[in-house]
């Protein structure tokens, strides 16, 4: 099993920078895991932003936010960031991080077995 917890979220102005964190613990090795973030304006369903494989040798994106984000991983450090660049208002939502052993499609929740508990992203105009 695996615990996941992010980190990073704000209040930012638009065409600012973030960088979400999110650690994991738990009694597997982290390097098994495929990792994804996903995120959920108000009133909206839960949406796929990016992935990362297991050996952080591929990833995946979002039309919407491919490159302005970027996601890469630390298997020393069991942790997965996200780099959030030249923000819009449109991605203001809550950002979770997401496990799973096999993720394909990556894109798909279905794709993921464990989820943190989210960390708020606000960018004003």
């Known amino acids: 099993q695996v615990q996941l917890v992010e980190s990073g979220g704000g209040l930012v102005q638009a065409g600012d920078s973030l960088r979400l964190s999110c650690a994991a613990s738990?009694?597997?090795?982290?390097?098994?895991?495929?990792l994804g973030w996903f995120r959920q304006a108000p009133g909206k369903a839960r949406e796929f932003v990016a992935a990362i494989r297991r050996s952080g040798d591929s990833t995946e994106y979002a039309d919407s936010v491919m490159g302005r984000f970027t996601v890469s991983r630390d298997n020393a450090k069991n942790t997965v960031a996200l780099q959030l660049n030249s923000l819009k208002p449109d991605d203001t939502a809550v950002y979770y991080c997401a496990a799973g052993a096999v993720i394909w499609p990556a894109t798909q929740e279905r794709a993921y077995e464990y989820w943190g508990q989210g960390t708020q992203v606000t960018v004003s105009s």
């Open positions: 738990g009694r597997s090795s982290f390097s098994w895991y495929g």
